[in-house]
């Protein structure tokens, strides 16, 4: 299904709600609301014979009902705090001198400063049920959080969070899977990799051991063994908590961790929207998706995260990451079809940003027949690097 963002503004979609005295939780009209006034944030400031006032936007009240309240009348510390920060923020940025001016024995924040206070506040609330909306949807119990600092943007409009592949119509990313390890105490003789032709992935410290280029075959569904098995590591989700957060060097949105990761953890999972390669491909050239070949075994299918993806679609390249690609196969043995699966090359410190390799070179055996398989498509329109790193190439692609 495809979905359209909302066109009418908050505040049209409030004030039609009261009109037909209709319920929102998503807008902020509840029972409560809609015959009581909570502050949603505060818009403006002015002193008039010597009392402050602040200009008081009402949750779940269109603008219209905006109303100037003495400061006495405000049981709101925070967002009183939240105003004072904001206007604040703005003044260091614009070099701004003075915060009030008078006028007929009026003081008053300029208009731009309260523009900006009234942003920001709007802001924070986007972000805020943005991150509400991740950590519902998401099926892992790690946090997912969402900061920034940098500037007014707010959540990307045509992004919709998924846990797992959403295959194309006529496109079916699970099936070969019939059968699982018999094992009660994996792994044994005939465990799953070794049944596939591979080697255990991961020690019983649930860390990688397999090199670059190689496979790894998890227990699935209807293996014997239970959830605690030492070889059930992709298919839990991430274990770390993670902040989607804008990044200050113009890369946009990126993601980094909150806790520290060991060497050879996995950390998340790619996942998108499966499509035929040559329909990615087109979308390719035109410079606008985010696509992931899956050309393990073949030139078929490619991830394309740009509308439908996790917390991944989000992290940012590097030319020396922290982050290294492997192919993953559980509940599917379709070769065309493996799910790209993100673990720690070394260990990343607490706050650190996530960043892998859009390109891949230098990471996996470029000789084997599968290489190419790992490596996200190139975009046709040369992009600068802003990666910062020692080693940087200069260019994405």
């Known amino acids: 299904a495809w979905y359209v963002p909302c066109l009418a503004s908050?505040?049209?979609?409030?004030?039609?709600?009261?009109?037909?005295?209709?319920?929102?939780?998503?807008?902020?009209?509840?029972?409560?609301?809609?015959?009581?006034?909570?502050?949603?944030?505060?818009?403006?400031?002015?002193?008039?014979?010597?009392?402050?006032?602040?200009?008081?936007?009402?949750?779940?009240?269109?603008?219209?009902?905006?109303?100037?309240e003495p400061e006495k009348h405000l049981n709101c510390p925070l967002l009183l705090q939240?105003?004072?920060?904001?206007?604040?923020?703005?003044?260091?940025?614009?070099?701004?001198?003075?915060?009030?001016?008078?006028?007929?024995h009026i003081k008053a924040l300029k208009p731009a400063i309260a523009d900006?206070?009234?942003?920001?506040?709007?802001?924070?609330?986007?972000?805020?049920?943005?991150?509400?909306?991740?950590?519902?949807?998401?099926?892992?119990?790690?946090?997912?959080?969402?900061?920034?600092?940098?500037?007014?943007?707010?959540?990307?409009?045509?992004?919709?969070?998924?846990?797992?592949?959403?295959?194309?119509?006529?496109?079916?990313?699970?099936?070969?899977?019939?059968?699982?390890?018999?094992?009660a105490d994996c792994p044994a003789e005939k465990c799953c990799p070794k049944e596939a032709g591979f080697i255990l992935a991961y020690n019983k410290h649930k860390k990688l051991t397999i090199q670059p280029g190689l496979p790894i075959y998890e227990c699935n569904s209807y293996c014997r063994c239970g959830p605690d098995c030492p070889n059930r590591i992709v298919q839990k989700g991430t274990p770390y908590s993670l902040c989607i957060f804008r990044t200050s060097n113009g890369r946009g949105w990126g993601v980094k961790t909150l806790q520290k990761i060991k060497t050879n953890s996995f950390v998340m999972e790619y996942?998108?929207?499966v499509c035929i390669y040559l329909l990615g491909q087109l979308y390719d050239n035109q410079g606008n998706t985010y696509l992931f070949d899956l050309d393990y075994d073949s030139d078929e299918f490619t991830v394309d995260a740009a509308r439908y993806g996790n917390v991944s679609h989000f992290v940012n390249h590097s030319c020396d990451p922290n982050l290294q690609v492997f192919?993953?196969?559980?509940?599917?043995?379709?070769?065309?079809?493996?799910?790209?699966?993100?673990?720690?090359?070394?260990?990343?410190?607490?706050?650190?940003?996530?960043?892998?390799d859009y390109q891949m070179k230098g990471s996996i055996d470029l000789t084997s027949d599968s290489a190419d398989g790992l490596s996200p498509s190139k975009k046709r329109i040369r992009t600068v690097c802003k990666c910062g790193a020692v080693c940087c190439r200069g260019y994405l692609n």
């Open 10 to 68: 908050l505040e049209t979609l409030q004030e039609l709600c009261r009109k037909e005295n209709l319920r929102c939780k998503s807008i902020g009209i509840t029972k409560r609301s809609l015959k009581s006034y909570e502050v949603e944030y505060l818009c403006d400031y002015k002193v008039e014979e010597g009392k402050e006032y602040y200009l008081v936007k009402w949750k779940g009240w269109p603008e219209s009902s905006n109303t100037w």
């Open 82 to 104: 939240n105003f004072l920060s904001d206007k604040n923020e703005y003044l260091s940025r614009v070099s701004e001198g003075k915060t009030l001016k008078v006028r007929n």
């Open 116 to 183: 900006y206070v009234v942003k920001k506040a709007k802001q924070r609330i986007a972000l805020q049920r943005w991150k509400e909306e991740l950590n519902r949807k998401k099926n892992h119990k790690a946090m997912i959080l969402v900061e920034n600092t940098v500037d007014l943007e707010g959540p990307p409009l045509d992004f919709y969070y998924i846990n797992e592949y959403k295959p194309a119509p006529g496109i079916n990313v699970l099936n070969g899977i019939t059968t699982g390890c018999e094992c």
């Open 271 to 273: 996942v998108g929207e």
């Open 327 to 356: 192919n993953v196969f559980i509940d599917n043995l379709d070769l065309r079809l493996p799910r790209i699966a993100l673990f720690s090359t070394r260990t990343i410190k607490a706050g650190e940003e996530l960043t892998f």
